[in-house]
């Protein structure tokens, strides 16, 4: 069987005090790759580790409760950039008409 390898990313975009509209960071430990190389060659056990790890980070951004992350996101790829699948829970804030005008 070819050789495959999947990324997996979580990016989160977090409010503050000092930055009311957003800043955007990867989240610590990722991305991360999972190379068929290193699973004897078996792209399906790759394919099935980096989607536990993709489920997985999912239900740790289902389960926070930190009201200044707005935006949290989990991409499943491969690596020439073919988008398998995106998680992504919450929105920027709606821009209110009094913001806009200054």
Do not use: W
């Amino acid at each position: 069987m070819a050789r495959n390898i999947i990324i997996v990313n979580a990016t989160q975009v977090v409010t503050s005090e000092s930055n009311p509209q957003g800043i955007l960071s990867v989240v610590s430990g990722y991305p991360k790759t999972f190379d068929s190389f290193n699973y004897d060659g078996d792209a399906d056990a790759a394919m099935k580790a980096a989607k536990a790890d993709y489920y997985n980070r999912l239900g740790i951004n289902y389960a926070n409760t930190n009201p200044n992350r707005i935006m949290m996101t989990v991409t499943l790829e491969t690596v020439n950039g073919h988008q398998l699948q995106r998680g992504c829970i919450g929105d920027f804030p709606a821009e209110n008409a009094e913001d806009a005008e200054s």
